[in-house]
């Protein structure tokens, strides 16, 4: 009935499914890599995620998109709590859409006579180490060389979540400002994962730290250290 | 009863092809994966998302895609009497039906073997047109919950009255009696997901209404 609409430059902007971002037969001889929110169907690429579409130099496009549900990657660093324990694996729940396994041997210097006890409910800062579609995800204790590194069990703290935007964004470099303007006049210790998941240990900030991050996620760099300067002014 | 005035206006103001005011808001609920309130007139509706997640009943899963359950249910107060049974009647069982279906088409199932996604749609005030503001409401609350999708599913009604086809009915011209037609339409792919039709005549009148309110939608 219509034509198709010309494919305006959308980087930087929000798509919905559906959008065509390249028209790929008037490119040719050029290699373009794909990142997650995008499909290519014959000649076009379209959306299947709805976010902001990004493009990095050279020839990667991307759509970054926030939820709530986290989807396992390959080294990514999440936080998982323990729900069960088997003879082999710890069931851990990383907010996935499936129970991600812990074999009981990944820590370093793991044997099988030192096998760490945790107890249901669990708070652990795990690495994802095998996340293929349509199998529970595979976890470890340790980084790449077998290093403990600070993975592990979270001891004290206060574990809330958010969305995996959010997160993702704490863990930006240059640091975000909400975690720059606290960092100025509190002292406190955070743990990200990226399965939208934060543990924050403070003295006795704890709730302040944590409502500061958790009000920042749509707001602007000025506007969060405006809410920062709010927040803080009332423990003074 | 006159539905459509000399002047060519309905009993609500509106033009024959002029459709009723639209509102969306995402994330409305918390606890959902994702959710959306969709409002076509005083039609108002709220989809919640749960899902990629475990398939609780292990004898439904699918080794290669996903499994999409669909429930539909109105309030009691949604309609003008309190309604006894809000759920479980034949009605209901057909939307939820028919908006599985739809949704289906459209989600990227094969990316999520094994897995399950549960759409479940309220209807808060029914004033004609529910089974598209449900349809609506779902693609909003599939997409704040990050479920990749082919594209966006849009839905509009159109009927034919006092000899002049109408888009966008409302509950007094729905039970008026007159043929009456659903379309589902997905927008730059161009074809029609479902439709449902009463009468069989001026079926081609017909979608291109409800084509033209989908359009606007």
Not at chain 2, 104 to 109: K, P, V, Y
Not at chain 2, 170 to 192: H, L, M, Q, R, W
Request: proline share 4%.
């Amino acid at each position: 009935m219509e034509a198709k609409p010309s494919t305006a430059n959308l980087v930087d902007k929000i798509v919905v499914p559906g959008d065509v971002v390249l028209d790929l037969s008037s490119m040719t001889n050029q290699t373009i890599k794909l990142g997650g929110g995008l499909r290519q169907e014959c000649d076009s690429v379209s959306v299947i995620k709805a976010g902001k579409l990004r493009f990095s130099k050279p020839n990667k496009y991307w759509v970054e998109s926030s939820q709530k549900r986290y989807v396992p990657c390959v080294e990514d660093t999440v936080l998982g709590i323990v729900v069960d324990c088997k003879a082999d694996n710890f069931f851990v729940d990383i907010r996935g859409p499936t129970i991600a396994f812990l074999p009981v041997l990944a820590f370093e210097g793991g044997t099988r006579r030192n096998i760490p006890k945790f107890e249901i409910g669990s708070l652990l800062y795990v690495r994802v180490v095998k996340a293929n579609p349509g199998m529970n995800p595979e976890l470890s204790c340790t980084d790449a060389s077998g290093k403990a590194a600070e993975f592990g069990l979270l001891k004290d703290g206060y574990m809330f979540e958010t969305s995996t935007g959010l997160s993702r964004m704490l863990l930006s470099s240059p640091t975000c400002p909400v975690l720059e303007e606290l960092g100025k006049q509190l002292s406190f210790e955070i743990a990200v994962g990226l399965n939208g998941r934060v543990n924050a240990e403070s003295p006795s900030t704890v709730v302040l730290v944590s409502n500061a991050i958790m009000n920042s996620e749509s707001l602007s760099a000025v506007q969060q250290k405006i809410m920062v300067d709010k927040l803080l002014q009332r423990i003074k | 009863m006159e539905f459509v005035s000399p002047e060519g206006l309905r009993l609500d103001g509106r033009r024959p092809t002029e459709m009723r005011q639209l509102r969306a808001e995402i994330g409305n609920v918390a606890k959902a994966d994702g959710s959306a309130v969709f409002e076509m007139g005083n039609t108002k509706v709220i989809a919640a998302v749960y899902g990629p997640r475990e398939v609780q009943n292990k004898s439904q899963q699918m080794s290669d895609q996903a499994l999409v359950r669909c429930e539909y249910s109105m309030a009691n107060f949604s309609t003008g009497d309190r309604m006894r049974k809000p759920k479980g009647d034949r009605r209901s069982t057909e939307i939820s039906l028919v908006i599985r279906q739809t949704m289906e088409a459209c989600i990227l199932t094969h990316l999520m073997p094994r897995s399950q996604i549960d759409i479940f749609v309220q209807v808060l005030q029914a004033d004609g047109g529910t089974r598209s503001a449900c349809i609506n409401a779902a693609t909003l609350a599939l997409q704040d919950a990050g479920i990749p999708m082919r594209d966006i599913v849009t839905s509009c009604s159109a009927g034919y009255l006092n000899s002049t086809p109408l888009l966008d009915l409302n509950y007094v011209e729905d039970s008026a009696g007159g043929p009456d037609v659903t379309v589902d339409k997905v927008i730059y792919v161009d074809f029609a997901l479902n439709g449902r039709v009463k009468a069989s005549v001026l079926w081609d009148l017909w979608l291109y209404f409800g084509s033209y309110g989908l359009k606007e939608t």
